[in-house]
């Protein structure tokens, strides 16, 4: 489970800033919950509140259980931001466009993150 409990919340921190920065939809929420459920015997419970998740953005801390901790740059949350707008995604109050994308191209570890996260996602940088 690392990377998804409340001691070490640093993949689960990650998937919560893609799906408030619009990153990803609910329904990729949802399809990322089951791979966990799939590719691992042991998961935290909320992975199972995650499948059915359908509430406003801002609950998902209500569905985990706890605010995920992980100090992410500027440069780091921008270019989630770039992912969000190269899958032509509404992005809400984030940078600019322009700013989101040189931010993506300058942290290739964001972007390889996110395909290692999101699998099933296809991103034409």
Request: aromatic content about 12%; some cysteine; overall charge negative.
């Amino acid at each position: 489970m690392n990377g998804l409990t409340r001691e070490n919340s640093s993949t689960i921190a990650f998937i919560v800033n893609c799906y408030l920065s619009n990153s990803i939809s609910t329904d990729e929420l949802q399809q990322w919950a089951t791979r966990i459920m799939e590719s691992t015997g042991e998961y935290p419970d909320y992975i199972v509140e995650l499948l059915s998740f359908d509430a406003p953005r801002f609950h998902i801390y209500k569905a985990i259980g706890f605010s995920p901790s992980r100090r992410f740059t500027n440069q780091e949350s921008e270019a989630i931001f770039g992912i969000t707008y190269l899958r032509n995604r509404v992005a809400f109050d984030g940078p600019t466009k322009e700013c989101a994308i040189n931010s993506l191209h300058m942290n290739q570890t964001i972007l390889t993150e996110f395909r290692t996260a999101f699998p099933f996602i296809q991103i034409a940088v």
